[in-house]
């Protein structure tokens, strides 16, 4: 499967944000997707994931009730709806899949930025 993650972009402290992550393939529903991010100097970190039937969805403490993780299977799009940004959410995000039953991540997307200004 191949990611493609969009929405990124320069947003004041407070406000909302849209990530997408659009897959290709006729398999998308047999993925368990991830959303990781990555700030300047700092290592990749887990922001929360979705089951590949949209049912579980599991979130960093720092983002919970902040941001939300739904998909579309038909659309083969998975989102990041993120609220009430923080500057300290300010780094590349990446999209991630891995197929169901399997512990790594395999298949990465190739990210897009989030700056939250002060």
């Known amino acids: 499967v191949q990611l493609q993650a969009s929405g990124g972009g320069l947003v004041q402290a407070g406000g909302s944000l849209r990530l997408s992550c659009a897959a290709s393939?006729?398999?998308?529903?047999?993925?368990?997707m991830g959303w990781f991010r990555q700030a300047p100097g700092k290592g990749r970190e887990f922001v929360g994931g979705?089951?590949?039937?949209?049912?579980?969805?599991y979130y960093r403490d720092s983002v919970k009730g902040r941001f939300t993780i739904s998909r579309d299977n038909a659309k083969n799009t998975v989102y990041l709806q993120m609220r009430s940004l923080k500057p300290e959410d300010t780094a590349g995000y990446y999209c991630?899949?891995?197929?169901?039953?399997?512990?790594?991540?395999?298949?990465w997307g190739q990210g897009t930025q989030v700056t939250v200004s002060s």
């Open positions: 991630a899949a891995r197929l169901k039953g399997e512990p790594a991540y395999d298949y």
């Open positions: 393939g006729r398999t998308f529903s047999s993925y368990d």
């Open positions: 979705i089951s590949w039937s949209g049912v579980h969805t």
